[in-house]
């Protein structure tokens, strides 16, 4: 017999739901017109007071069985759901993602190469600038290893005031010498928001580094700039953070925006950061941004960076960034994870011939 | 005009928004029918198959405004409300909980003193038992300051495999002959559900330690016994798993349990662990058992353990646990962190002086 | 004149480094000496009340112009390296370290095939047995697909004592049975070290779960049974932990020991735990044991299940873990994260098609 | 007999001891006269290359019985404390060091008042500045309970870029003229290292937010201003990391700087972020600088805002800081977190009823 009650409860049950799908779908319509109207008024469309003194009065009238706390909470989501509605337009459709533009956003680079799209990057050289000579050696072997990007640093974000803090403009200049010289395409962080239109005189990308990932008068800088722009991870960002960070730029007209992954801050000890190696499906799921990974920062220590690289380019990265310098060992800066050049070949070459790194561009 | 309009719309809206509790309601005593009835039949409540197939109807009549996804997700929220109305005894209420218990849980000890309600407590005691002679010392000179507590490690849960175990039961009994020669309460941590029943024939209190948070097995042995647990929180557990294992217990018949923050893991290198100082008056909101901080776990380190035992009484704690041990440096384990005798007796006058530990225990 | 004065300095310093080499090798062999004797008297080697006599003494005796804190650092550092000497049996080369084993150790499966070695090995099942038929449908499908093992929770550790607990020792019988219909080696988890016994009457592998990776109890009892253990990484447990847990296991007598790394703790909310992919190759590099990835516990979402496992096994894993249900949304647990059967099928064909994935089993 | 060999043994191992002690203390002069030369002609002082020479030349002379590893390690022990003792003067003894100065920084206020020294400090007002007569009557309130200190947010650091970013200079003369009116010293926080000089025309502190800890450029340009700093620790920044930032201001001439804890990431969702109590006795303990705690950013939720401070001033915080709003709903950030006033008027009625909080600062 109660399976009959069940049959007919459930019926009921089924009629219910369709009285609440029109109501809800109408009460959206309604706020659509009010949205519609607001716009018009220049006035925002979210709007406390009304939607507290809506609530009160739904709170006044309910006699259960849900307790207020509960209609409060289900009435909420179903405000909710009106307001984005409303939005949808820059809260569900960030110009960085898929929702917006379902292409792979490509990158050319002044090499002739490019990044995103269906080929692998790898971008390589000194954590700092120290000299002509050394970058020099550097640029050589990686141009001469096939590698289209070199990088390093100007201007370092060092935690102690009193570490070697970059050669600076001077360092943009090697830098541009040796990039001009092979042919490469150059790279380097820069950390003032005064810095970044004169960046163009010297280099080919900004690199936006952890730990301005959150300093927004420097993302929208970047954003007025018209060179293509690293943006890295911060130390603990969010993936959500992340892709805001990237919208900072984006929004303000420069859509030529890289993500790099470059581990996250965490408990384990072993390794520097934690490479958080599902950043890079998810990144690329949610967005049409290229996505790299760093491979030296995120590990810390050289005897891990070539599983790394292979686990990035297999998870769907579009490029790998590694830190190479002549002499690690006499390094102004982060000695201990940085290859020396025979290692660096033997790194690429491994790499590519896993069959992971897909390129065109011939040694 | 468009503000007449305006307040057209929201009249409209306002309607709508009725209705829609009605239907809501309505729909929530349908549920509830459905629970009782398959209550009776011994069937979960909970019906995927059956949600699934009600959500499919709903979306196949979906004409918008709102996306089918959006309308999933709000029958998702309305789905679960009805759920939980009908789980409400056992999901809303832990037995653990202030809703189901508003007054504090006050557990007597075998010295006439208490823990819980409006005293302040101090466990006191080395990490590791390692000799009668060890435990004495610490036992006449928490007796002596006025110390109700004594603990002292027998089974030790350590890293290696080759560090220090603990004294066993043998450890338990020395604990048993100091207790009873000061007339001191003892605790001890127990890590194998088959030692649980042995226990009370050595100690007034079972420790479960940090490690053991998550030891289901062992949880719920602990839930059989008649004597009080300490229940550690793990190393990295939400307050939410915390709570959720005291309810272990608790469900198991023993409600004698007390909640001991430790500090938790997190990347910062300058203490062992954070204490999360903000679980205190969290826990005491969401949970009428006891809250207590073990400041020597949390900090790793002697020289913060008197501020940080200041703000466990300040934050609302009902008592603090802390390491002593006669001689520190030559400690089995954590030698560290333990204070010595004379550090004791600082540590708890000025605690004592500070005017937050409130006990009526007299030294 | 300096630089004369310089090269005059430096042949001074590398006088006092050779006399410094000579004093701490003389140190290290009386060391030795003394630690010698103690072993036959069977005393414990490290002494610190006379370590710390000692270092009384060499204070009293400093001068500068190092600070008593420095002196005091280095001579511990040369007490320390002593020490280290005399137990480098166990605590240099544990046993599951490549020093003390440099060949991978190679598990042999009941069905044939084995883990470790130069072979992938794909672990998949039902996070929960549910019912004979359940797991006989996911057993032929995997069957069918050329995977060795069949995993399914009959003992599920879960956060709420009031969520479904597992069907214990009848959900144990019914692996048994779809194994040895299909020929496929079992795997469950066993959480009480009461089981492990009768564990080898229905099971080949024992799964220890992450909620249990510091219950020692259990890594011990483990220890004494003949099945090979496949033992997660726990919560937010470091490798040092992890590797030591595994030493629990292997010190007393299981050699069988996998590890499977399944996502750490953090603060990042768009994947269920974050897995730490370059634990794989430091795993590999410090440990002989094999090492695999469960790709569904970590990433807690079906949508990067492939290119995490591609990851795993670019990154030098032996084997991936992923969850199958025939129908997930009916599941009683972890419902969300579950591939249903054709979702599994395109997942493996897609794994298989990468190049990533070396088997010789036919599907 | 084996006791007197102990003991002859022993008495070798003291000598050997003062032999090391001394050929450690005249290496330290060696490197310090080389130091000195160096220091002369401009050269950095730590050498890497000359550092490896000498490395290679002691292991090539170690004939055991330590490993070469350990030799390597000790000895990069050793020439590690030659190079700190060395670079002392900023290593060791950091500008914002209690070893710099023992003292505590004690900051004057416009209004008469002070932070740091023996008073306790509440700084409160709006998360944002969204118009006059909001912050007037915040100003109002607090001015009336004896507050000294009025804060809001002129330029809002947000997640989005297209959430609300601030009235901008705009908010700050709002700030300007209700603390003029109520003669309350206004903090403001600056995100732009172009607006740190025109900040001394409208506001008496300047904050620096939490995503900007890591922004050097913005901390040397507060490093040149004339106004107090008010810096808030990274979202997951170190202890180190935190002084570090705060030396680069310090560093610059700018000495009035104070230290504001709020929370840490951490995977715990009950609270916005961990409030790290154990900070507040470290880094007093560490640095001469006043020590504040956020608790509104901290805790994240209203309701425990009270223990928390109280927590906060029990472990020798110089102060609180918490958000209050005339109107919390209708707030456009953060409208969950801040009190209203009354909620504002009795968080600060029982702060001060509980002795903790020490000022002389009249209601």
Chains 1, 2, 3, 4 share one sequence.
């Not at 072997?141 to 289209?148: D, E, H, N, Q, S």
């Not at 993302?219 to 892709?243: D, I, W």
């Not at 958080?276 to 220590?301: F, M, N, W, Y």
Request: charged share 25%; net charge negative; proline share 5%.
């Amino acid at each position: 017999m109660s399976n009959v009650q069940l049959d007919h409860l459930r019926e009921e049950m089924d009629k219910i739901n369709q009285e609440l799908l029109k109501s809800i779908s109408k009460r959206a319509n309604i706020a659509k017109e009010i949205g519609d109207i607001k716009e018009k008024q220049g006035v925002p469309k979210f709007d406390p007071v009304r939607e507290n003194k809506m609530l009160e009065k739904i709170i006044s009238l309910n006699d259960g069985p849900f307790e207020d706390g509960t209609i409060r909470h289900l009435f909420k989501q179903i405000f909710k759901a009106s307001l984005d509605l409303q939005s949808k337009e820059h809260k569900k459709h960030l110009l960085v993602s898929r929702k917006k533009q379902a292409e792979d956003t490509v990158i050319d680079l002044p090499d002739g190469t490019f990044i995103g799209g269906n080929e692998s990057v790898l971008i390589a050289g000194p954590c700092s600038v120290e000299s002509y000579e050394q970058v020099r050696e550097v640029g050589a072997a990686i141009k001469g290893a096939g590698v289209p990007v070199l990088r390093g640093g100007a201007f370092k974000p060092r935690t102690s005031p009193y570490d070697f803090q970059g050669l600076g403009v001077e360092g943009l200049d090697i830098l541009k010498r040796v990039g001009e010289e092979f042919g490469l395409t150059t790279i380097s962080e820069i950390v003032d928001p005064r810095h970044i239109e004169m960046a163009s005189d010297y280099i080919d990308i900004i690199q936006i580094g952890a730990r301005n990932m959150h300093n927004f008068e420097l993302l929208k800088e970047a954003g007025e700039s018209n060179l293509p722009v690293l943006l890295k991870r911060g130390l603990s960002a969010t993936m959500e953070e992340f892709l805001h960070a990237a919208e900072y730029i984006v929004s303000r007209g420069n859509s030529q925006v890289m993500l790099i992954e470059r581990g996250i801050r965490t408990y384990e000890k072993w390794t520097r950061n934690t490479l958080d190696i599902s950043a890079v499906p998810i990144l690329k799921q949610e967005s049409h941004l290229p996505v790299l990974v760093d491979v030296t920062h995120s590990a810390g220590r050289k005897d891990i960076l070539l599983p790394c690289a292979k686990a990035a380019l297999a998870a769907g990265a579009d490029g790998v960034m590694v830190e190479v310098h002549p002499d690690p060992p006499t390094a102004l800066s982060d000695s201990q994870q940085q290859l020396d050049i025979p290692q660096f070949q033997d790194f690429f070459n491994e790499l590519k011939a896993s069959g992971l790194y897909k390129s065109t561009v011939k040694a």
